[in-house]
Every structure is written in structure tokens, then in C-alpha cells.
């Protein structure tokens, strides 16, 4: 994610040093497709300290990845006995805290089965090729997805993706990827041909910018896909695993709309389901779940005893402490706090759900991330001229009356 034009402000304000031997590593071998800001050293519950010993709130959580903040110590001992019994099998092999997962992610989804793997773009992959096999018998291979959409970085992400400037000097894409206006449902009709297979969705778009899809429209798209025999595939990447509060966002978004028995056909998950620890899932709802056999899909570190065994303990410490009813609690007060900034003319908009919230600054978001940062507050730039904020679900209250003290006073 490139978040500032110009580090040079922050190194020499931030009171990290840019000439520190860190970062010359980083000049000298990293390739360098990420504009950095400053070297971190350490992280405890919301809180990272740079080189220099600044300390800062982390209101970015790694791009809603740190769900349960830094160093958790359940992470860390379930890190530690893990790595003590079994670190990584192929997937030649059975492993129990693989199959625990799969278990629970089914419990918590519906009848189904999960293929697991280390990032949300190979969760998304993992849709796309289910998607081709399922078109297959009758040549149908193509994709809708929305505008202002971000699915991963991969050949097939970008290609799905409905952002211009992530596909620049890529083409030619993968081809069967088409785009429609997100929320418009007359569009996404108009958009589905013979060889259509699939309308694949976020229930927020993140890096687009945190929209939230309309209740109408995604009931809307569950009938269509269901009238044309297509699947309807979810991206919950970014907002999935508790990040709304719920397990995955359509049961936040639909909780009022009277809906009980929404369910896409597949759902790709990260980010929030490792706390840290890097893994993906891709749910696969019945009857498509044996679709992919042995040959036609996989992967070599996915689904790790270890990572499997961290996964379990996330879900365990967020349902043991409640912590989607915390984020529900907190994004209250988020919105409730920065609203009369909206009065001040220093906010134009408020919108997002849970540990998902964005606000459009009256500057641009990226100078409004820089001015944060130097203040001590990390949080990450989106689409739209958006700031988001994505804390950990077990932020405190104190924790957001600082961090929203400190967007008041520097904004």
C-alpha cells in the first residue's frame, strides 16, 4: 500500500531515522513496489514503536489483518506448542487443526467444505478456477464483478478487479472478467450473458473506498444468480472473520432485512482469520464442494498445522471474549465521536461497519494519513479520498477516545 509521496517528513518528524541500517537494506535489496514509511521494531495490544521508540496507535491493523492486535499471548503460546508438535506437512498428509478449521468455518457458514490456503488471493483463485469448473460442460467461464472492486494482486485478482490502475502495463488480462456498477442490480442483469458463471461480490469494498452493499441488491443477486443457474461467489477477504462484527458481513448487512437464509456459493477469507499469521480459506458451499479433485487445484503451504492451530485460537479467544459485540460497541463510538468533525467541515462522509469504518477528510486522505501518523496514529488511505480505520477487534474503549482525540486535533 503506498501511502505517502514523500517519507521525508515522517523519518525526520517521526523521530525514526531514515538512515538507519534497516532501511538501507531495504534501499539496497527490497525490491521496491511498496512506498515505506519507517522501520517498526515491536508491537503490544494496539500499540507499535518505530526505531526511534515512538510509539503509535495502530488504527491500520496491517490492513485489517491484527484482529487481536500485537504479540497476543494466546497467539504466542499456541505458536510455541505448535511449533513444538509440527510445523508444516504437505498436503499429501492429514493434519487435526486443519480439519478443526474446516469444521468450524463450515458450523459457522453452512453445508460445505473448505479448501485452505495463504492469502486472500488464492482464496479468490480458488473461486475463479471453481467457477471455470463448474461453467466447464457448458462453456460458460465468465465473471461480473463490481466497479471500485479489489480482489488481489495476481493475474486473475487484477483482472477481476474493477480498478483501472491496478491492471496498467499488465495487459493482456486474464479474459471472462466483465464489470458493473456495485449496488446497481438492473446493470449487473444486463451484464450476464450465455456464457456467464458467476457474480462475484465484497460486502464493503475496502480498498475501494468502504461502500457497503445495499440489503436490496444482495438479495437481488442471490435471486438472479439462482434464476440463471450461476454461482454467487463472495469475497469476504477484507471484511469477513468477525471484521463487521459478525462472521461475515452479509449477516451485518441482511441482520434487518428479514432475510435469514442468504448464503453465497463460495466465500474466500484471510486476512482477520490469522490474526497475524498468514492464511487463507475458501468455503465452498454443497453440492459444488467436490468439484475440485486431486490435479485440479492446490498448494504448498496452505492449511499448516501451524496456521490451522493459530486460526483455532483467534476464533477461540474472539468468541470466548465476545469481541464482535467489542468492535460493534467501538465502531458505535467511532461514528458517534468524529460525527461534529462532519459539523466542522474537517469530515464530508462517515460509512463503514464494525472495525471497518471510513471517513473522507477535507483534505486529501493521503495528507490526512501522513498528518495521523506523524501525530501517532496509523491508519490506511482507500479509494474515494477515504482514511480508514481498521483496529483490532479487541480495542479498548480508552484506546478509540485516543486515537479519535488525536484525529480531532490534527485534522
Known amino acids: 500500500m503506498n501511502t505517502f509521496t514523500d517519507n521525508k517528513e515522517v523519518h525526520e518528524s517521526g523521530g525514526a531515522n531514515s538512515c538507519s541500517s534497516v532501511i538501507s537494506l531495504f534501499d539496497a535489496y527490497v525490491v521496491p513496489n511498496y512506498k515505506r514509511n519507517f522501520a517498526l521494531i515491536k508491537g503490544e495490544g494496539t500499540k507499535v514503536w518505530d526505531e526511534a521508540g515512538k510509539s503509535y496507535l495502530d488504527f491500520g491493523g496491517g490492513i485489517a489483518v491484527n484482529c487481536l492486535g500485537h504479540a497476543h499471548p494466546r497467539i504466542t503460546q499456541t505458536l510455541t506448542e505448535q511449533s513444538r508438535k509440527l510445523v508444516h506437512v504437505s498436503n499429501l498428509y492429514y493434519s487435526e487443526p486443519q480439519g ?150 452479509y449477516e451485518r448487512i441482511l441482520q434487518d432485512s428479514g432475510s435469514k437464509d442468504f448464503l453465497p456459493d463460495g466465500i474466500a477469507m484471510a486476512k482477520s482469520l490469522g490474526g497475524g499469521f498468514p492464511i487463507g480459506a475458501t468455503w465452498i458451499a454443497q453440492p459444488y464442494a467436490d468439484l475440485l479433485q486431486p490435479g485440479t487445484h492446490g498448494t504448498t503451504f496452505g492449511g499448516t498445522p501451524l496456521g490451522c492451530a493459530v486460526a483455532n485460537t483467534v476464533l477461540d479467544v474472539i468468541e470466548e471474549e465476545e469481541l464482535n459485540q467489542n468492535i460493534t460497541a467501538r465502531s458505535e463510538q467511532i461514528i458517534q465521536e468524529l460525527s461534529p468533525l462532519v459539523d466542522q467541515d474537517k469530515i464530508k462522509t462517515i460509512r463503514g461497519l464494525g472495525g471497518m469504518i471510513g471517513f473522507e477528510p477535507s483534505i486529501s486522505n493521503f495528507e490526512a494519513v501522513k498528518k495521523l501518523t506523524l501525530a501517532g496514529l496509523l491508519t490506511v488511505p482507500a479509494g474515494d479520498n477515504i482514511v480508514r480505520l481498521l483496529p483490532p477487534l479487541n480495542i479498548t474503549e480508552n484506546e478509540t477516545h485516543q486515537a479519535l482525540n488525536l484525529i480531532k486535533e490534527t485534522l
Open 100 to 249: 478443526k478449521l474446516a469444521q468450524r468455518i463450515v458450523e459457522k457458514t453452512g453445508p460445505g467444505k473448505v479448501f485452505f490456503c495463504n492469502s486472500g488471493a488464492e482464496a479468490n483463485e480458488a473461486l475463479f478456477k471453481l467457477s471455470r469448473k463448474f461453467g466447464a460442460p457448458k462453456n460458460r467461464y465468465e465473471i461480473i464483478t463490481a466497479t471500485k472492486s479489489f480482489h488481489g494482486r495476481t493475474f486473475a485478482g487484477i483482472s477481476a478487479t474493477g480498478q483501472n490502475k491496478v491492471k496498467t502495463d499488465f495487459q493482456p488480462l486474464l479474459p471472462g472478467f466483465k464489470h458493473a456498477p456495485f449496488n446497481d442490480l438492473e446493470a449487473f442483469k444486463n451484464s450476464i450473458t450465455e456464457q456467464t458463471v458467476g457474480i462475484l461480490i465484497e460486502g464493503i469494498q475496502g480498498e475501494g473506498g468502504i461502500h457497503l452493499a445495499d440489503p436490496q441488491f444482495l438479495l437481488g443477486l442471490r435471486k438472479l444468480t439462482q434464476e440463471h443457474e450461476i454461482l454467487l461467489l463472495w469475497d469476504g477477504v477484507q471484511c469477513g472473520a468477525y471484521r463487521t462484527g459478525s462472521w461475515q458481513s
